[in-house]
């Protein structure tokens, strides 16, 4: 008989979770015995979009935390263990418990780590909302601030959701103004490029409102150290901003395995065709999400439109059918411009983002977003 192909995801989050259930649904169509192993450390599926209301404490972190196993079809086995080593020669991948998984098929979806330990100047004043306890303990200082300087700054690039400093920036002249201290408060972003927001066309939108809404502007600003002491944020340029609550996108990185299994560039991203998501050098081994160095944003809905192209390509590869398919680089993604509207952004590799004017719709579609996310999205219903 013949020996089921084994397919092994690495990572339960939005990419594994969307892949694994995709791919279980195309290889289930061809009469090639499979089986798919998901390995994750904590299984603890996470809708981080979230966040951005837990560190103004208008969600929980709980209600967007889900058992990922929940989420995967019923015949897919999963490992709760954490992967340490990847052998691409022998095909085998290494847990730190000591299990010795081997494979036919992997896909690499391990998403980004928040890397604060990556720069020396970096402590416990400096305050981030890309984990919930994070969130959390951010949200303590934003309810408690009665005025001063906030300052909204970026470590480095890349990182998960272009949009979220822009947006935290938003949604805190909102709170500030319905708590009747906006006067109290300056805000600043600070921006690495010479325009606020990375897209040109959304940009054009999104740096009048910031001009509207009095949120000064920096531009040019790459984040070179921070005197926590002094409470002041120094540029590779020169320029410098003093604070009271320093908010910073934390340094994100990849997996260390897959940099020492040589298949990363800097910052641990791991070398992916854009088009096809096979992992340069490989047919067998395919990524998405936050893990590869696509030129594109690190967003959940990127892993969400690039898993139907993985799963065919892997299922072209079973079938040794010759055939590739081609991711096309479409994102889509709403911007919070207050608690009330959103701007919504769809692109791809060809056509930028039209965005249009805030609207109420869209900020009523993010809101309901969360639940259809965990019903039909993650589990590869749509
Ligand atoms: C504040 C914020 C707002 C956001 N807003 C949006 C938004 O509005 N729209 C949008 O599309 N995206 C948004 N995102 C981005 C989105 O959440 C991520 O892009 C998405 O989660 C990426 O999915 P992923 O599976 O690649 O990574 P993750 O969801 O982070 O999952 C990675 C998984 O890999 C596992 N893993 C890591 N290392 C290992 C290992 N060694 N062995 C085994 N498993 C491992 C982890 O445990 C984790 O489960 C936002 C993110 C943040 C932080």
């Not at 709760?80 to 095909?91: R, S």
């Not at 822009?166 to 972003?189: G, H, P, Q, S, W």
């Not at 692109?347 to 977003?369: D, E, T």
Request: aromatic share 12%; proline share 6%.
């Amino acid at each position: 008989m013949e020996q089921p192909k084994r397919i092994v995801i690495i990572g339960a989050g939005t990419a594994g979770t969307i892949a694994a259930n995709k791919i279980y649904k195309k290889a289930k169509k061809t009469k090639i015995p499979f089986e798919i192993t998901v390995i994750d450390p904590t299984f603890k599926h996470v809708y981080q979009p979230g966040f951005l209301f837990t560190m103004f404490k208008k969600d929980k972190t709980h209600a967007l935390i889900k058992d990922a196993r929940k989420l995967l079809p019923k015949k897919v086995k999963t490992i709760q263990d954490k992967v340490v080593k990847l052998d691409t020669k022998e095909q085998l991948v290494t847990t730190e418990k000591g299990g010795v998984v081997p494979y036919d098929y992997l896909v690499i979806a391990t998403g980004a780590s928040i890397r604060t330990d990556v720069v020396d100047w970096w402590d416990d004043t400096i305050y981030h909302f890309y984990t919930p306890p994070e969130a959390e303990r951010l949200s303590d200082q934003i309810v408690n601030f009665k005025g001063g300087k906030i300052v909204v700054a970026i470590a480095d690039m890349p990182f998960k959701c272009p949009p979220a400093p822009i947006e935290a920036c938003f949604l805190l002249d909102d709170y500030f103004k319905k708590k009747k201290l906006r006067d109290k408060v300056e805000i600043t972003y600070a921006s690495p490029l010479n325009r606020a927001f990375s897209i040109e066309t959304a940009n054009e939108v999104v740096q009048p409102i910031l001009e509207k809404r009095g949120i000064n502007l920096m531009t040019y600003f790459n984040v070179d150290e921070v005197d926590t002491e002094e409470k002041v944020v120094y540029s590779v340029e020169g320029d410098e901003l003093d604070y009271d609550l320093l908010i910073m996108v934390p340094p994100h990185r990849g997996q260390k395995f897959l940099e020492e299994a040589g298949l990363t560039e800097t910052g641990g991203w791991v070398k992916t065709d854009r088009f096809t998501l096979k992992v340069e050098g490989f047919d067998n081994i395919f990524a998405l999400g936050d893990a590869t160095n696509i030129p594109t944003s690190k967003a959940g809905s990127t892993a969400h439109y690039e898993a139907p192209t993985l799963a065919k390509n892997l299922v072209h590869e079973m079938k040794k059918d010759g055939i590739e398919e081609k991711y096309d680089g479409h994102v889509q993604c709403f911007f919070l411009t207050s608690f009330g509207r959103s701007l919504f952004l769809d692109f791809n590799y060809q056509n930028p983002p039209r965005p249009g004017k805030p609207s109420k719709f869209w900020w009523w579609f993010k809101l309901i977003f969360k639940p259809f996310y965990f019903r039909f999205v993650a589990t590869g219903r749509v």
